[in-house]
């Protein structure tokens, strides 16, 4: 039987779709993780330069915290719009044009004259985020569906190392009174990325709909729900809305307290921020477990020991191997084990058509809530102190997840009646 569109137009799968060799495909994969290396250090960047930045612009602690973390408001107001994209165009064009908006975005963020255009451009460069988030995920994880979460892992492998490569880089390029060179620096990058994307990667591997390919027989489907908006994708989403405030909390301010509670070196403070990075390195042991085990119980483990970490690194040791060890621990907890699983777990959540717009939904439910994580972090710390704010922020919003995620049937997920390979 052929399969058809949301619309009841017939899909086809791209010509060449059976040429596409296992060495192709990785390269593939490759070059698009190599392009969200690009977005993650654009992302990471702007924390550890909030200091000075603050200091030439007279921005407030909450004009700051806002600032670190706008730009998930952009992310997370096109991301059901994105899937809607996906649905109905290429998603090579939607990654390009995603790379080309978040970078001319943060080319323009080192020339912003105050408070207001810098806050648009952060919002605006996440608008190219979005589109490039929804295309890639849904582009891999359509491609190794067998393997999504492993998959996926390998995104966040790549975000990690960004995240890592973000802070580091960015300290050195700016030096003492340079904050803008960053900006410029990554911008020019990633707009070089446009152009190897458009000539390297091929259709058949960001276009194939035949996601049954993969494991040899055609995917059956008919226990998972025909509704976009089930029970698991609302529950779901609920725990990728308190994640993405915790995780986005500690990203937008965690530089500024070291240096100013804890009197750390920019240096230091980026070193400790990078950690984060090389702990969502391990998105892809994460999403390896996520395939093979119970997700569910996956989820529920990493969101309390999230709250645990979210706990000690404002409130335990303050010595730099502790908060390196704890800030590491964050990301491998929070972008390693639950960004991956949430997204893969909303993609497997409904019927193969649907997972561009579950790809959006996801992108909503994580972001629109992240863009306000700092400046509610800013507020909470303004009433009950650093160790207080973390105590709420970073220790007890995870545990509404771990709630949410109790109403979740991973009967009904995609993947059910799929054998696990060895």
């Excluded at 719009?81 to 390009?96: F, N, T």
């Excluded at 059956?220 to 993405?244: C, F, K, Q, S, W």
Aim: aromatic content about 12%; proline content about 4%; glycine content about 12%.
């Amino acid at each position: 039987m052929a399969r058809t569109d949301v619309e009841g137009r017939a899909i086809s799968p791209p010509p060449d779709a059976a040429r596409l060799t296992r060495t192709v495909a990785l390269v593939g994969l490759v070059v698009l993780a190599g392009s969200y290396v690009v977005n993650a250090m654009d992302r990471q960047v702007f924390p550890v330069l909030l200091t000075p930045i603050r200091a030439e612009y007279g921005f407030t602690l909450g004009q700051g915290g806002l600032l670190a973390t706008i730009f998930t408001l952009g992310i997370g107001i096109s991301g059901v719009p994105a899937g809607y994209l996906l649905d109905r165009l290429s998603r090579k064009m939607v990654i390009i044009v995603g790379v080309l908006i978040y970078s001319g975005f943060t080319l323009l963020t080192a020339v912003a004259a105050g408070f207001w255009d810098m806050l648009a451009y952060r919002a605006l460069s996440g608008v190219g985020e979005a589109l490039q988030n929804a295309a890639l995920f849904a582009a891999v994880g359509a491609y190794f569906f067998a393997n999504r979460t492993m998959a996926l892992g390998s995104l966040n492998f790549a975000y990690g190392l960004g995240g890592f490569l973000g802070p580091v880089v960015g300290a050195k390029l700016a030096g003492t009174d340079q904050w803008r060179m960053p900006f410029a620096v990554f911008g020019l990058i990633g707009l070089g990325f446009c152009v190897l994307i458009a000539v390297v990667i091929r259709k058949a591997f960001t276009e194939r709909r035949e996601v049954a390919g993969d494991i040899g027989r055609r995917l059956e489907v008919d226990h998972v729900p025909v509704r976009l908006y089930n029970r698991n994708i609302l529950m779901l989403g609920a725990t990728a809305l308190v994640v993405g405030m915790s995780m986005y909390g500690y990203i937008g301010l965690y530089p500024t307290f070291l240096i100013s509670q804890l009197h750390w070196s920019s240096g230091q403070a980026a070193l400790a921020a990078s950690m984060f990075g090389l702990g969502a390195l391990l998105g892809i042991p994460a999403g390896w477990l996520g395939d093979r085990l119970n997700q569910r119980t996956v989820m529920i483990v990493s969101l309390v020991a999230g709250s645990v970490v979210g706990y000690l690194l404002f409130n335990g040791p303050t010595g730099a191997t502790a908060q390196y060890l704890l800030s590491f621990a964050e990301g491998a907890i929070a972008s390693g084990f639950l960004f991956v699983n949430i997204y893969s777990a909303m993609q497997r959540a409904v019927r193969p058509q649907l997972i561009g717009r579950a790809s959006g939904v996801y992108v909503s439910a994580f972001y629109i809530p992240a863009a306000f994580a700092g400046y509610l972090f800013s507020a909470l710390v303004a009433a009950a102190g650093w160790g207080g704010a973390a105590v709420w922020q970073l220790t007890v919003l995870p545990l509404i997840g771990v709630v949410a995620l109790l109403f979740v049937d991973v009967g009904k997920f995609a993947n059910a009646r799929v054998p696990a390979r060895s």
